[in-house]
C-alpha cells in the first residue's frame, strides 16, 4: 500500500491512445480473439493470393497428373481424378468462405428481424416465434439438411443453393439469443426516457437498442457463420454437395469413397482436414473472444 | 415434478415429432425427383425390360403405396405410419422395409454411441471441473488445455486424422470396417477381441471431437460457481478439498451441463453416424451412406426420421432425469 501511496503522479498530460492503439492493446489481453483472427487472415491471404496466382482450371478433374504426393510442382499433391489440390484449396476456401458469410450473414438478419419484433413488440408475435423456434430446436438439424440435399435434382445442387439450404433451419439460434438481450435492454432507463420523450419505436430500435447489441450481433454472425461452414461441410462429406466442385467436404468425400489412405494416398484426405481445422479453430476463437467482448461476465476472473 | 409439467413435456414431445415428419413428409413433394421413376429407369437400363412395362409397374407401384390419393389423404396415413414406426418399404433392397433394415443396424450404433458419449461426458466434465477449480494442483488444471484446443476439430476431420495417424503410418489399429477380413462372425473370443479392436478408434474420434466442448462449458460453470456463497461456507466449516469438490461444486456445477447434455443429443447423434459412414462400421451411418448413394429415398427419411424421434425422446427423458438430480425441483 505504502509504495503505491509514495510513487508520484507520473502522467503529466492525458493522452488519450488512437482507436488502433486501443484496439490492439485489447487484443493482447483477448488473446483468443487475436489468434483467431490471426489465422482467419492468414486464411483469406491464401485464398486471395491463391485466386490471383493458381491457375483455378486445375481445381477441376483431369486437368494435372493423377495420384502424385506432394512436391514442388504439386505442394498438395493431386488426386486420383487429376485435381491440382494447392488450386482445389484456393477455390474451395473461397467457396466454403461464400457459404459460410452468405448463409452466415442471412442466418443473423433473420434472426436479429426475428428476435427484435419477437422481444420489442411481445404478445402473440413473440409467444409464436418462441413456440416455433422452441419445437424446431430438438431437431437434428443436419439430418433435415440431408432430406433437402437428398430431394434436390443433382443438378441444382450448387454452391448457392448449399447456402440456402444451410440457412433454412439455423436461423432459430440468433433469433433467440436477439430476443433475449433486447428483452433485457428494453427495461433499461435509457430507454424508458427514449420512450417518454416522444421517440418512435423504429427510432428506439434503430437509435437507441441496435448500437448496443453490435457486439452481440457480431458474435451470433461468427457463430452461424461457423454453423454454415460446418453443415455445408458434413452435407458435402456424406456427397450430398455439389460434386463437381471442390468444396472441402467433396474432396474428403471422393478420398472416403476411394479409399484414399488405404491405398497410400494420405495427402488427398488429410490437406482438406487440416483446411477445416484452420478454418473451423479460427471461428470458434473468434467467436469465444468476441463473447468475452460482448458479454463481460464471461470473462475469466482468473 | 407435477403431472401438469409431465403433460406439458410429453404435448411438446409429439409436437416436436410431428413438425419433423411433416418436414420430410412435404419436402420430398415439393421437389421434381421421382424415386420410383428413378429406380425402376435404372433397372430398366440394368435389367432389360420394356419402357411400357416400367409404366405399368410404376402404376401398380403408385397404387400400392398410396400414392395416387390426395395428398391429404396420403398425409394422414404416412402421420398413421409414423405412429407405429413404419417408414414404409427401402426401395433398394425392395421387400425389406426401413424398421427392418434400421433394427438390424442399431445394436452397432447404439453400441459406439453410448460408449464414446458416457465416456466424453465424464471425462470432459471431471477436466473442466478440475481446470477452474483453484485448488487444485497447477499440473492438473493443465491437463484440460489440449483438450480445448481440440474444440475446433469436429469428430469426422479427427476420424480421418486417427485413421491416418494411428491406423495408417503406426499401423496399431485397423484402418476401417467392423471386423478383420476372412474372419466369421461367431461367438468366440478371438473374434470378440477383433470387433473392439475396429471400434476404437472410431470410438476415440468421437470422445476426442466432443471433449473439448464439455471442458470448456464446465470450465466456465466452474468459475461461477467457485464466487458462490454455499462453497465458502463450505470451507469456512471446514470441510477437506475433496469433499467441497465433489458435494459442493462438482454437483452444482453439473446441473445445467445436463441441460446441455440434452440439447447437445442432436449433433452429438449425427456425428456419431457420420464417423460410423467413415469407418464403414455396418450401423446406421453406413446404412445412411448407402441409401444416399443409391438414391434410396424411402431408407434416407426413414433413418433421419427415427433419429429425430429418438433424440426427442431421449431429451424428453433427460428433463424427466432433473428431479433425480436436483432436489430444488423435487420438492418444489
Not at chain 1, 427510432?203 to 454453423?227: D, R, S, W
Not at chain 1, 474428403?252 to 488405404?262: C, L, R, T, V
Not at chain 2, 460457481?225 to 470441510?239: M, P, R, W
Not at chain 2, 478439498?241 to 459442493?248: K, T, V
Amino acid at each position: 500500500m505504502s509504495t503505491i501511496a509514495m510513487s508520484p503522479p507520473v502522467e503529466k498530460s492525458i493522452e488519450r491512445p488512437g482507436k488502433l492503439i486501443l484496439v490492439l492493446r485489447y487484443l493482447r489481453r483477448n488473446k483468443g480473439l487475436a489468434v483467431g483472427l490471426i489465422i482467419l487472415f492468414g486464411l483469406v491471404a491464401f485464398t486471395v493470393i491463391g485466386l490471383m496466382t493458381v491457375n483455378t482450371k486445375n481445381a477441376y478433374p483431369l486437368s494435372v497428373a493423377l495420384k502424385k504426393p506432394p512436391s514442388w510442382k504439386y505442394p498438395f499433391g493431386t488426386d486420383f481424378f487429376g485435381r491440382d489440390l494447392l488450386a482445389a484449396m484456393v477455390v474451395g476456401m473461397w467457396q466454403t468462405a461464400f457459404i459460410g458469410v452468405v448463409a452466415g450473414g442471412l442466418g443473423t438478419f433473420i434472426g436479429v428481424v426475428l428476435g427484435f419484433t419477437s422481444a420489442y413488440f411481445g404478445g402473440w408475435i413473440d409467444g409464436t416465434v418462441r413456440t416455433v423456434c422452441q419445437v424446431l430446436a430438438p431437431i437434428p438439424v443436419l439430418l433435415i439438411q440431408v432430406v433437402i440435399a437428398g430431394s434436390l435434382d443433382k443438378r441444382d445442387v450448387t454452391i448457392i443453393t448449399m447456402a440456402l439450404i444451410v440457412v433454412l433451419l439455423a436461423w432459430m439460434g440468433p433469433t433467440l439469443v436477439i430476443r433475449a438481450q433486447v428483452l433485457t435492454m428494453k427495461e433499461r432507463q435509457f430507454v424508458a426516457v427514449a420512450k417518454l420523450s416522444g421517440v418512435s419505436d423504429l427510432g428506439i430500435i434503430f437509435k437507441e437498442i441496435l448500437p448496443c447489441l453490435l457486439p452481440f450481433i457480431a458474435a451470433a454472425f461468427v457463430a452461424q457463420v461457423f454453423v454454415a461452414v460446418f453443415a455445408a461441410f458434413y452435407l458435402a462429406v456424406l456427397g450430398l454437395g455439389p460434386l463437381r466442385e471442390p468444396l472441402l467436404g467433396n474432396i474428403i468425400w471422393a478420398a472416403q469413397s476411394q479409399g484414399a489412405i488405404f491405398n497410400g494416398w494420405w495427402w488427398w484426405p488429410i490437406i482438406p482436414s487440416i483446411a477445416m481445422i484452420l478454418i473451423l479453430g479460427s471461428l470458434a476463437l473468434i467467436n469465444m473472444g468476441l463473447d468475452e467482448l460482448a458479454n463481460p461476465r464471461v470473462r475469466r476472473t482468473e | 415434478m407435477t403431472l401438469k409439467f409431465v403433460f406439458r413435456r410429453l404435448v411438446f414431445l409429439v409436437l416436436v415429432i410431428w413438425a419433423a415428419s411433416t418436414i420430410v413428409f412435404f419436402i420430398p413433394r415439393l421437389s421434381s425427383r421421382n424415386a420410383l421413376r428413378e429406380r425402376f429407369g435404372e433397372l430398366a437400363r440394368t435389367g432389360g425390360f420394356s419402357p411400357g412395362d416400367m409404366e405399368k409397374i410404376i402404376a401398380s407401384m403408385q397404387q400400392q403405396f398410396g400414392l395416387d390419393q390426395p395428398l391429404l389423404t396420403q398425409y394422414w396415413q404416412y402421420l398413421h405410419n409414423i405412429v407405429r414406426l413404419d417408414f414404409g418399404y427401402s426401395l433398394y433392397r425392395y421387400p425389406s422395409t426401413v424398421s427392418d433394415l434400421i433394427a438390424q443396424s442399431l445394436p452397432w450404433t447404439i453400441g459406439l454411441l453410448l460408449v464414446s458419449t458416457i465416456l466424453s461426458f465424464v471425462i470432459g466434465n471431471l477436466l473442466g471441473g478440475i481446470a477452474a477449480w483453484p485448488r487444485a494442483p497447477k499440473w492438473m488444471r493443465s491437463i484440460a488445455t489440449p483438450f480445448i484446443l481440440l474444440t475446433g476439430v469436429p469428430p469426422v476431420i479427427m476420424a480421418i486424422l486417427l485413421i491416418f495417424f494411428v491406423g495408417f503410418k503406426l499401423k496399431w489399429l485397423p484402418l476401417g470396417g467392423a471386423y478383420s477380413v476372412g474372419q466369421v462372425p461367431n461367438l468366440s473370443w478371438t473374434f470378440a477381441l477383433d470387433m473392439l479392436r475396429h471400434q476404437i478408434l472410431p470410438a476415440l474420434a468421437l470422445i476426442f471431437g466432443s471433449v473439448g466442448g464439455w471442458v470448456l462449458s464446465m470450465r466456465g460453470m466452474g468459475i461461477t460457481i467457485q464466487g458462490e456463497d454455499y462453497v465458502n461456507f463450505a470451507e469456512h466449516k471446514g470441510l477437506t478439498g475433496g469433499r467441497i469438490f465433489r458435494d459442493y461444486y462438482m454437483r452444482n456445477a453439473l446441473l445445467p451441463q445436463v441441460t446441455g447434455f440434452a440439447l447437445a443429443l442432436g449433433t452429438v447423434v449425427t456425428s456419431a453416424i457420420i464417423v460410423e459412414g467413415l469407418f464403414g462400421l455396418p450401423g446406421i451411418g453406413t446404412m445412411l451412406n448407402l441409401a444416399i448413394r443409391s438414391n434410396d429415398f424411402p431408407t434416407i427419411y426413414g433413418i433421419v426420421l427415427f433419429i429425430t424421434i429418438t433424440v426427442a425422446v431421449l431429451m424428453t427423458i433427460v428433463e424427466f432425469l432433473y428431479p433425480l438430480l436436483d432436489p430444488r425441483i423435487r420438492n418444489s
